[in-house]
């Protein structure tokens, strides 16, 4: 971890989706790495795979439990759920205040079913304060786009063509460069999740490379990295 957080600001933790980690592990890591290093952290998938949001309040006692051992340095939680996992607007809002009544930090959603982007989706994530993922490629409609509360812009760039595999184009890049550097203010996140063939380092690397003459100030918080499992 001490190699890597020399190169990069900060790291997606996607092992936990599996399995649980000690709570001395995260405390482990957190130790390990620079004071402004920051990690984002994805939720279990008993939580959002097997539970489906319902009944969840001791699992989100457990895990974050678990994670806050991060401090300071937790600085995301990551939500992906199911693609046939449907918005039902009492399930998401009772799930929604179990982890907010826990955790007042940052928080994204990454939701794979159409019947995610009704408006009424959209206003329970703003009220609960939590992010919709820009992903690429994304199964719906306008999900290549950050959305959901305003206040936290979270990439994640699976690849393509071929997902989990293909490395972006320079072009790709310079154009996700420029649309990151068009809202310096946002606390921002870019996961490189393309990580099969390795092509993740290289294209985060590059992005570094192309967004090295701008200079957001320390609150910004602009993230650049690719997946750790």
């Known amino acids: 971890m001490q190699r890597y957080s020399s190169r990069f600001p900060a790291v997606e933790i996607n092992s936990s989706f599996y399995r649980p980690h000690r709570p001395a592990t995260y405390a482990k890591w957190a130790d390990s790495v620079a004071g402004d290093f920051r990690f984002s952290v994805k939720v279990p998938k008993q939580m959002t795979h097997e539970r489906r949001l319902i009944d969840c309040e001791g699992l989100v006692d457990e895990f974050l439990g678990q994670c806050s ?6 600085g995301c939680l990551l939500i992906q759920l199911p693609p046939s996992l449907a918005f039902e607007a009492a399930v998401a809002e009772v ?28 206003t329970i994530l703003q009220d609960a304060c ?26 994640r760039l699976h690849g393509s063509p071929r997902i989990y595999y293909s490395a972006y184009e320079d072009a790709w890049l310079e154009r996700l460069a420029r649309t990151l550097q068009a809202d310096p203010d946002t606390p921002t996140w870019c996961i490189f999740d393309n990580t099969a ?3 993740a380092t290289a294209d985060a690397l590059r992005l570094i490379d192309l967004m090295q003459d701008a200079k957001p100030s320390p609150a910004t918080n602009g993230q650049l990295l690719p997946v750790r499992p």
């Open 69 to 74: 051992q991060l401090g300071e340095k937790l």
């Open 95 to 122: 799930f929604f205040k179990a982890l907010r009544d826990r955790y007042q930090g940052h928080a994204v959603l990454e939701p794979r079913h159409p019947s995610w982007l009704v408006p009424q989706a959209a």
């Open 130 to 155: 939590i992010g919709r993922v820009a992903a690429d490629p994304s199964p719906l409609p306008g999900g290549d786009r950050p959305a959901g509360w305003p206040g936290i812009r979270y990439y």
């Open 197 to 199: 063939s390795g092509a």
